[in-house]
């Protein structure tokens, strides 16, 4: 069963500072991947999704992501942090139609 | 403007009594999901459904029961059955049941039992 892992439960950068969230997952066959971002009390809000076309996949807010099938990552990205992208952030990946399997989540803090 | 909806917002439930949750979405999608959110575990998958009339457990279906009689709606009931059922739980939809179709998130009822 596939299966996605997050490090690092927090991540506190600055504002302005270079924003990177990791995820890695198992998967047996080419995986569908996305990164959602939740805001306290509200639901998921989808930042970018990867569907085997290009490898870097960029989303909304500057975020992008770059699937790394020899190292099974998907790692997030933001060259500058804002003040606004404090929030949760939770990595997915799907094999077919199967559900979406949910990493942990990694909350993002930023500091002025 | 076209999303998901739930209701309500808070609920507060005494031991032993079943509560229903509300989910409505008016994106014309066919697939929709039931997830419960605890602390630092992510999103577990409670039922999905793929058309109307139709739904499958997720990974904890214990002490849930769903019902899709339309389209547009996926209620939820947390039963007496279910032991810890305080937690945040989202209600999701997709065009359909696919892996490549984006999910879309509705706000989220936070239940408390009391």
């Known amino acids: 069963a596939q299966s996605v892992t997050q490090l690092g439960s927090h991540v506190s950068v600055s504002e302005g500072a270079l924003v990177l969230l990791r995820c890695n997952y198992s998967s047996s066959v080419p995986p569908y991947l996305f990164w959602y971002v939740q805001y306290p009390n509200q639901g998921l809000q989808l930042l970018l999704k990867?569907?085997?076309?290009?490898?870097l996949v960029k989303g909304i807010n500057d975020f992008e992501a770059e699937f790394k099938k020899s190292e099974t990552s998907f790692h997030l990205t933001k060259p500058s942090a804002h003040m606004s992208d404090a929030a949760e952030y939770f990595c997915a990946v799907t094999e077919g139609f199967q559900k979406l399997v949910f990493g942990t989540g990694t909350r993002l803090l930023v500091s002025p | 403007d076209g999303g998901i909806t739930q209701s309500p917002k808070y609920l507060f439930r005494k031991e032993g009594q079943n509560v229903t949750l509300s989910c409505e979405q008016n994106l014309n999608h066919d697939a929709m999901y039931w997830y419960r959110q605890d602390p630092g575990q992510g999103l577990r998958l409670i039922y999905y459904s793929q058309i109307v009339n139709d739904f499958q457990k997720g990974d904890i279906a214990e002490g849930y029961s769903v019902s899709r009689e339309k389209k547009e709606s996926f209620p939820l009931t947390v039963t007496s059955a279910q032991k810890n059922p305080t937690a945040f739980y989202l209600c999701a939809s997709s065009m359909e049941l696919a892996g490549t179709d984006t999910q879309y998130f509705g706000p989220g009822t936070r239940l408390t039992v009391l």
């Open positions: 990867y569907t085997s076309a290009a490898t």
